[in-house]
Structure formats: C-alpha cells, structure tokens
C-alpha cells in the first residue's frame, strides 16, 4: 500500500464483492459496506502522509460475541438478534485506534457453545475447503471468513477450542492466547474463567501483530494480567537446547491414523532441525473433557440468568404474568444446546450435587494445571494434535451429541490450565480436508510459541 501497488479502498471492495459472492458460507451475520469503505479512504490517506497506526489498512472480521459500538451483536442467537451494544469491546478499540478495518460480525455457534458452528439461530456455515463439510467451531464464521479470503484476520474466542479447532478444519492459524493477556471486556460471557479473545489468520505475522495491539493490561477486566506486553511482531531467535514435549495421552485409539502421520512427519522434520522431541505424561487428560464441560455449564448457567426478557434481548408478548413472561422469553429465545447446557449447569450447582460434581470438577482443574506445571519444568514447548478427528459432514455432528464433545479432548486442556495453545496447518489429508496441529507453552509463554511456529511453518 505504502508503494502504491495495493489500493486500499479497491482491496476492501474487492473482499466485500467476494463476501457476497459467498454468502452461501454464511460465514458473516452483518456486513459493514458504507462503514468499511470510509474508513479505506480515511486510512490511505494516512498511508500516504506516513502518519498510520500498526493496523493500517489490515481488514478484519470479528466474531459476533465481542461488542462493537451502535453494531449489531446476536451472539448468534435469537434473543439477541436486535441488540446493538453501547459500548465497544476493549479490543475492538485498540484494533480501531490502530487504523485497523472492521468489515463485519462473523456467525459461531450460538453463544459460542458447540463445535461445529451447527447452533447458530442464523443457519450453519460451510467449510471453504469443502462446502459439505462443518467449518469448526464455535469460531467457524471466523475461520471460514480466514480460508475464504473474505479478510485479512479473524478476532473469535476460544472456551475450549473454539479457536484452534475451526483453524485446524479450515486449514489457518489459531491462537488462543495465556487467559488474562487480552482484555474480555466487552465479550458476551460463556464461561467467565475460561473465555479468551484470539486471532486467526493465514500467517503467523499478522497474528504477532494483531497480539502487539489487542493485548496488555485493561483495567476494565478484573481478571487482566498486569505483566508488559510482549513484543510479538519481532521475531527472536529460538534459545539453544529447545524441547519439545509429546504427551502420551494424547495418542490413544481415539485419533485418526492420518492425524497421527502428520504428527510424526512435524516431528521427524523439526528433529532433523536438532530441536529434541520428548514424551512426557499429562496423567489428568482423561477426566479434562468432563471436568470442563462441568465447570463451564455451571458458568454458562450463571451468565445466562441476565438474558430474562427484561433489561434486554428478545421478550415474548405471550404471556399472561412475570414469571410467564421470564420463562417464555428464554423458551423462545434460547437454542437447543445452549438449554441444555444451562440445564446441566443447573443441575451441577444444584444442593446435594454441588459437592459431587462442581466441587470436585474444581479439583480435577488444579491437578490438570498441576500436570503441566510439572511437563513444563522439563520441556518448553508441548506438541499435540488438535483434533482428533479429520472434520465431520453437516448435520453428523448431532447423530451423537457425546462425540462431538469428544471432539474437544486435545483442545479443552489448555483452557483448564490458562495456558496458550496455537493451532498450525500440517498439510491435507487423502479426502482432501486440511489437517492442523497444536502447538502449547506455559502460562505468559506466548511469544515462544508464536517465534517457534513462525520458524517451523
């Protein structure tokens, strides 16, 4: 842009003419046209004086959980489907103070609670690669918009995967980063303690540089890390006598053998570099997955109990009393998954049951966390597939509800834990689908893993 060989406002028409000739993704809930034009022209003028922001001209897609000022936020849910926060999330104000193009709201699973983006009340979005295949989720909107070159970058959200596993089916980049890093003020709430805000994009630069302006210290966040940011967008050179851990756990009978000959390809190649590759244990992997959707169902059913057809969101007129009124705007607003998530977290927190599950689900997150302290005292790097599956076809996702939260055993880890987890592409396998593999460091271990994933790509 700044040699004239890109023109700003023509790149932002060319990505709105490809959105719309691709609505059949359904990758997008609303579409910022006017908006998005006005800015180019704003901003190339500041290209051309040399007077820009980091982001200039980088247009990019947002998940449709993270608030943008007087712009529609639906959480991709019915009871959400006309509201229009007052405020912008913290993110999106440090992407727009550093000239950045926000060109629209990408669809998610509703709330961000599944894995297939199948839950959205807006209809399901299509995997680029292949249109008959889920794109991921919750983040497939944002994935799909990545793999399609509908943007530049993605912002989506990640509770247990639902960044890294929609990259790793779109075949993109992912990263989830260490919880408390990137502000989640002005993120609609899944589950409080485990929520964090990440990109996706094509190439690991734009995700160290997108990391450069959203993350760091927000006062607006209780849970934000106070520590200094890191300067993501410099590469460093990988310190000498590197490992790499490989858990044990994470290779069972459960993974697709394709996935599982990736993996031992990155490893061979990344040995042959003289970066040692390890196995280590993390004995806890089996109980991660029950013990976070225990944890996060119990959270969603306490950030849920706002949306009561009062304050704001939709309100059934069907109702004779109050407390007709309370349950029938939940009937009606609210999708299968997200009931019943809020019904198992109901039960979980429940007298006579808090102790049996929550409590004990508390627990079993401290021995997780445990386990990587422990690998990460002897290894700086874990690798790990993503997934353990290669994608699904539309509407498989539900023939077994159970699967497809097993779908998130790799990925579930590193939101008990807090730490950071990036998704890589790996290459694609014989049907044709991308295959991803994930990357993992300790808690504020972000940049290695960044630098580490640039210098292997």
Known sequence: MKTGEINLPENVLAFLHSIGENKSLNAYNSVFREEALSKADSIAGKISSGDHGKLAGMVISVKDVISIKDKPMTSSSAILKNFSPVY????????????AIIIGKTNSDEFAMGSTNETSAFGFVRNPVNREYVPGGSSGGSAASVAAR??????????????????????????????????RYGLTSYASSFDTIGPIANNISDIAIVM???????????????????????????????????????????LDPQIKSFLDSFINR???????????????TSYAVAAYYILTTAEASSN?????????????????????????????????????????????????????????????????????????SSVDLIIAPTTPHIGK?????????LQMYLGDVYTTSANLAGIPALNIPAGYSDSGLPVGLQLMANCFNDKLLLDFGREVR
Not at 312 to 334: A, C, I, Q, V
Not at 335 to 351: F, H, N, W
């Open 88 to 99: 912008s999330a913290t993110v999106i104000e440090r992407l727009l103070a550093e000239d």
């Open 150 to 183: 509908l943007c530049d970058v993605s912002l989506g959200s990640d509770t247990g995967g639902s960044i890294r596993q929609p990259a790793s089916f779109c075949g993109v980049y992912g990263f989830k980063p260490t919880y408390s890093i990137v502000s």
């Open 212 to 254: 450069d302006v959203i993350s760091g210290h927000d006062p607006k966040d209780s849970t934000s890390s106070q520590l200094p940011p890191a300067n993501f967008s410099v590469p460093e050179k990988l310190p000498e006598g590197l490992k790499i851990g490989l858990p044990l756990e994470y290779l069972g009978e459960g």
């Open 270 to 284: 990344i040995r042959s570099r003289g970066i040692k590759v390890e196995p280590v244990s993390l004995p806890h």
């Open 304 to 376: 849920l109990s706002r949306y009561d057809g009062v304050r704001y969101g939709h309100r059934s007129l069907n109702n004779s009393d109050l407390n007709e009124m309370y349950t029938l705007s939940r009937t009606e607003g609210f999708g299968d998954e997200v009931k019943l998530r809020i019904m198992l977290g109901t039960y979980v927190l429940s007298a006579g049951y808090y102790d049996a599950y929550y409590k004990k689900a508390q627990k079993v997150r401290r021995l997780i966390k445990n386990d990587f302290d422990a690998v990460f």
């Open 393 to 401: 076809k539309i509407g498989d996702g539900f023939t077994d509800p």
